[in-house]
């Protein structure tokens, strides 16, 4: 598969550059250390896994797993990679024991390009054809990864549904990766680049074109939320995906960036408050806005496209629809909320809590942050919940227990100066994964403002081996059900505020 | 709902010779067929069809409920068979859901996703229709 001179076209050619691949520790650094052992002179290769998504135009897949080749797989005589006839029957026959689309990596030599060569064509013209046979209905994905310029750089194309599309973005969890049809992307406009020059001086030049190449998710634009969001807009992000369901109210104003006390009159969504108050600070962020709520399968559509995501809610089932995205779907992720313990004037807690949430990390159910009640409480109907209260009080006018049917659950109190903190710090976070410039040195940062020592972290938890999220991470739709949470049929669909992914 | 969730754990039902389906809604329900019951010592039928809300969200939220025909014997015996939670129709039936919570300070374990589901949900049936007041 040694690279010839680049061609212009051949019949291998993608259509479009619609699918975006996505990649997770432990898997992306287990694949870079097996594909570039013969680095600099001589290539090798890999079969692997992927879950996949049909997210409107655009295709997500995600790295599941890696065949890596045994002795006598790879031809190791050769500098090109030449695949055993039996590797590749191994890998067929194993498609009948899992859902999964197959795919080859491999990589190029020092000083080439990841572009196709007319080795790499013929062979994925015969893999595609060879794959449909075995795996009828799934993708054939082909990627190559190369250094250029001392940066690593993956390309990638993709048969499905009877045509070759390119890879979009290819995106490895924190870690730097350009994909090779991004390369006439960045453009940068000159009022943005004296805005950031802060930033820049700090974190480097290409820290820029890296935000600005980037895809942001804030779920949640409350309080934390909004925060969150100007500090990404301001930053320079190129994309932001705001999702919320809620509309402005009065108790907002303190705490919600970009409101307005008209905004608590007319009742505003928040998505809109949002999308407004981006525009007003970076007019050329591209925002994709929405009412509603993960996980509605259009918002997943949209979010799994993203390169980080913010969870900025204080609702439960929220944070399990993010926690689902980021192991099924690599999404990484980062929680954050907010608590304000006190009461007749006595505050005793001030607390802001950061949690981070890669594929690999324990779900929230393996940390166990989830109470089962409560979820169940937030994913019912209006007219479930006001005849559960009114069981429950039958049930205490019977001298009975009313804790089946209804559990009295108490408001958690935040203030501006908590919520700005938390989202303003978790976007530091994600600018630090995006830039690659500095990461989550905690599995969970719990801050109390008014406690001796003013900062509490723990070490990584250890996943439960019984619990879905070991079995589906980076399967996709093909994990479906592990599913940790679905939409409830009475919510209503979510409505777009703004532009619509594609 | 996760259909391919439930549909996993109706097969694990079925491998086990359990009649079980799965009625699309609005609402969605699970009826298992012929549960056992511990009535023949009182005259009773020794098994009863049963059905089961498919809860919203699921399996975030946890399974509760049961629901037997209108007018079965062993609503006024069985765990908060008198209690109605209302009626409900599904597969050309009329059915009562009883005050049933087994995973929520109702007798069974706290619910647990990566335990439960609508194949463990039979246990708790089992155990309700064998329990006869």
């Not at chain 1, 191994?90 to 024991?97: E, H, I, K, V």
Request: hydrophobic share 40%; with cysteine.
């Amino acid at each position: 598969m040694r690279r010839s001179p680049r061609r212009l076209t051949s019949d291998c050619t993608p259509r479009e550059d619609t699918v975006i691949v996505r990649m997770a520790e432990p898997e992306a650094g287990i694949l870079l250390e097996l594909l570039f052992q013969r680095y600099p002179h001589a290539e090798w290769a890999t079969f692997a896994r992927f879950g996949w998504r049909q997210a409107g135009e655009t295709l997500v897949l995600t790295l599941a797993a890696i065949d890596a080749p045994r002795d006598g797989d790879l031809d190791p005589r050769v500098p090109h990679v030449a695949i055993d006839e039996a590797y590749t029957l191994r890998t067929a026959l194993a498609a009948d024991a899992h859902p999964l689309a197959i795919g080859v990596i491999h990589s190029h030599p020092s000083g080439c390009e990841p572009e196709p060569s007319s080795i790499d064509d013929d062979m994925d013209a015969y893999y595609a054809r060879y794959y449909a046979d075995f795996a009828p209905g799934r993708p054939y994905v082909s990627l190559i990864a190369s250094h250029v310029d001392d940066e690593l750089v993956m390309s990638g194309r993709i048969w499905w549904q009877g045509a070759w599309l390119g890879a979009r973005r290819i995106i490895a969890e924190r870690r730097p990766l350009r994909t090779w049809t991004l390369r006439a992307a960045g453009h940068i406009d000159a009022p943005l680049r004296s805005r950031t020059a802060r930033l820049t001086a700090a974190f480097g030049e290409a820290a820029e074109h890296q935000l600005r190449s980037a895809t942001v998710a804030v779920i949640g634009a409350g309080g934390t939320g909004s925060a969150a969001i100007e500090v990404l807009a301001r930053a320079g992000v190129g994309h932001l995906i705001i999702v919320d369901p809620d509309r402005v109210d009065d108790s907002n104003l303190e705490r919600l960036h970009g409101s307005t006390l008209h905004d608590a009159e007319q009742q505003t969504p928040k998505a809109r408050v949002a999308a407004r108050h981006v525009a007003s600070i970076d007019p050329t962020c591209r925002v994709t806005a929405v009412i509603g709520a993960l996980p509605q399968a259009d918002i997943v559509h949209a979010v799994i496209q993203a390169d980080v995501a913010i969870g900025c809610t204080d609702q439960q089932h929220s944070r399990l629809a993010l926690a689902d995205l980021t192991v099924r779907y690599l999404v990484q992720s980062i929680d954050c909320g907010v608590m304000l313990e006190g009461r007749d004037g006595a505050v005793r807690g001030q607390i802001v809590q950061l949690i981070r949430s890669l594929p690999a990390d324990p779900c929230p159910y393996c940390r166990e942050m989830i109470d089962s009640v409560r979820v169940t409480q937030e994913l019912m109907s209006p007219e479930d919940r006001a005849a559960r209260r009114a069981a429950a009080g039958e049930a205490q006018s019977r001298g009975e227990s009313g804790s089946p049917y209804w559990h009295d659950l108490p408001q958690l109190n935040t203030v501006g100066y908590l919520t700005t903190m938390a989202g303003a710090v978790a976007a530091g976070y994600a600018i630090g994964w995006i830039t690659d410039r500095f990461t989550t040195p905690f599995a969970r940062l719990q801050m109390n403002l008014v406690a001796p020592f003013l900062d509490v972290t723990d070490a990584d938890g250890i996943p439960d081996p019984t619990c879905a999220c070991r079995r589906s991470r980076g399967w996709a739709d093909q994990g479906a059900a592990d599913a940790f949470i679905t939409a409830p049929a009475h919510w209503p669909p979510p409505q777009w505020v703004s532009k619509r992914h594609r | 709902m996760s259909r391919e969730r439930i549909d996993r754990e109706l097969s694990l039902l079925r491998a086990g010779s359990l009649e079980v389906e799965y009625l699309s809604g609005p609402p969605e329900f699970v009826l298992y067929r012929a549960v056992p019951t511990s009535g023949a010592a009182i005259q009773l039928p020794a098994e009863s069809d049963v059905i089961v809300p498919v809860p919203p969200g699921y399996p975030a939220s946890m399974i509760d409920l049961a629901g037997l025909p209108v007018g079965s014997p062993f609503l006024a015996r069985v765990k908060g068979g008198v209690n109605s939670q209302g009626v409900v129709q599904a597969d050309g039936r009329q059915w009562q859901l009883a005050s049933y919570h087994p995973h929520n300070n109702g007798g069974g374990p706290p619910w647990n996703p990566a335990r439960h589901g609508f194949h463990t949900y039979i246990d708790q049936l089992i155990a309700w229709l064998d329990r006869l007041q």
